[in-house]
């Protein structure tokens, strides 16, 4: 589903770049939530991005899977081309 075409008819040139790119974010987004909430053994953590009331949040995907550390799993994705980041970077002033 792409979000733009629901609510923006015009056509994507018409429409201004941040627009563009913040629903095109979204969209990989809320399909990245969407697929990974799916597999078995992966946990995802809050509302999906696309979720009414939720517009405004960052274009993330917060999951664990099971009996894998996060440093391995992010290795191993590493190794795949996929881009992630591992720990608890944003949350370190909160576990002080």
């Known amino acids: 589903m792409l979000i733009f075409n629901l609510e923006h008819p015009r056509p994507l040139y018409a429409l201004p770049k941040r627009l563009i790119l913040y629903t095109f974010c979204l969209d ?3 399909y990245l939530y969407e697929r990974t909430r799916k597999v ?5 953590y809050g509302p999906s ?9 960052a274009s993330l995907c917060t999951f664990n899977v099971d ?3 996060a440093t391995d799993l992010s290795t191993l994705l590493d190794a ?3 881009a992630v980041r591992s720990g608890h970077h944003c949350t ?3 576990h002080r």
């Open 40 to 44: 078995p053994g992966v946990q995802v």
């Open 49 to 57: 991005p696309a979720a009414a009331g939720h517009r405004g949040r």
């Open 67 to 69: 009996g894998l550390h």
């Open 28 to 30: 990989i987004c809320s």
């Open 80 to 82: 795949s081309g996929v």
């Open 92 to 94: 370190q002033p909160i």
